[in-house]
C-alpha cells in the first residue's frame, strides 16, 4: 500500500492524525513539504481513511492528463507540457479560423460587476469561438477532454490569444475568485475554472513565453504542444502558485488557443 511506502513512522503518523480528525489538506501539505510526492501522499491519506472506515470525501475530482504522455511535469501545482496536441496543418487551420473569425482587443473580467473591459496589463487581441460552433473546433475540444480525461462540456469554447510585437499579458489567474462578487456570476454559469490548457499555434521568434512568476518556471513549447496546469488544489480550493503572465513578445508574433475547464456544465440547457 502507498501509505507504507514511506516507513512505519509515516504510516502511523497519518493514522493518528486522521483518527484525531486533523483535515487531510493539512497533512497533505506537511507530506508534500517533507518529500512525499503529492499523488502518493493523497493516495496515502485516502488509504489511511479506508483503513479507520471513513469516507474519502475530502478531495474533487479534476481534469488530469496521464503521466505516460510525457514533457515536463510538476506535481503541486500539476503542470505539465503535453506534445503534439495539434498537427502543424491543424494550428495553421485554426489560426486561419481565428482571422477569418475576425480578432478584437483582449479583455479581463471585473471583480466588482462581471463585465469584460480592455487592461492595460493586457494588450493582445483575441478571437472567441463557442463550444462546439465548428465541426473543425469540435475535434479539438473532444481531443483535449480524452486527453485531459475530462467532460468535453464542461468547458468553455476556445480561444484564440495573438500577441504582436510588445504586446503581453501580465501576471493573473485563470480561476474565479470565490470571494469577489464580480466572479459570482460566472460560477453560477459552470463554476470554477479547475484547469487550462494553452496550445502554442505559433511562436515568436523571440519572446513571448509563459511564465509561472512564483514558481520562476518559464515555458515556452513548440507549435502543436500545450501547457496543462490545474488552477485549484485537490480540494478545488484556488491555487495562488498558477500565476502566471504571457511575456512581452519581443519579435514575431506569438499565436495560442486557450481552452478553460470548468467544474460543472457549460451547456445553455
Not at 5 to 10: P, R, T, V
Not at 18 to 24: D, I, K, S, V
Not at 225 to 251: C, K, W, Y
Request: proline share 6%; aromatic share 10%.
Amino acid at each position: 500500500m502507498t501509505i507504507d511506502s514511506h516507513g512505519e513512522q509515516w504510516r502511523a503518523w497519518i493514522l493518528e492524525n486522521l483518527a484525531r480528525y486533523c483535515y487531510p489538506k493539512s497533512l497533505l501539505a506537511d507530506m508534500t513539504r517533507d518529500g512525499w510526492k503529492q499523488r502518493d501522499a493523497i493516495a496515502a491519506i485516502d488509504e489511511g481513511l479506508k483503513l479507520l472506515g471513513r469516507e474519502s470525501s475530502w478531495r474533487v475530482d479534476l481534469p488530469e492528463p496521464a503521466t505516460r504522455l510525457g514533457g515536463f511535469r510538476l506535481e503541486r501545482p500539476r503542470i505539465q507540457v503535453l506534445p503534439s496536441v495539434l498537427s502543424q496543418s491543424e494550428c495553421s487551420d485554426l489560426i486561419q479560423l481565428a482571422l477569418h473569425q475576425g480578432m478584437t482587443a483582449a479583455s479581463v473580467v471585473s471583480d466588482i460587476d462581471a463585465s469584460t473591459k480592455t487592461h492595460e496589463g493586457r494588450t493582445n487581441s483575441t478571437a472567441f469561438f463557442r463550444p462546439r460552433e465548428l465541426p473543425f473546433i469540435r475535434i479539438i475540444e473532444e481531443r483535449l477532454s480524452e486527453l485531459t480525461h475530462w467532460p468535453s462540456n464542461f468547458a468553455e469554447g476556445l480561444q484564440v490569444q495573438r500577441y504582436l510585437k510588445g504586446q503581453r499579458y501580465t501576471p493573473h489567474y485563470d480561476w474565479f475568485d470565490p470571494n469577489s462578487a464580480g466572479s459570482a456570476k460566472h460560477l453560477e454559469f459552470g463554476g470554477q475554472r479547475l484547469a487550462t490548457t494553452i496550445v502554442y499555434l505559433q511562436n515568436a521568434s523571440a519572446g513571448g513565453s509563459t511564465y509561472f512568476p512564483r514558481l520562476g518556471l518559464t515555458l515556452s513549447p513548440t507549435a502543436g504542444d500545450a501547457i496543462f496546469f490545474q488552477n485549484v488544489d485537490p480540494t478545488g480550493f484556488p491555487d495562488s502558485d498558477t500565476l502566471h503572465a504571457g511575456e512581452p513578445v519581443e519579435d514575431g508574433v506569438k499565436i495560442i488557443a486557450t481552452y478553460w475547464q470548468r467544474a460543472g456544465s457549460t451547456d445553455p440547457s
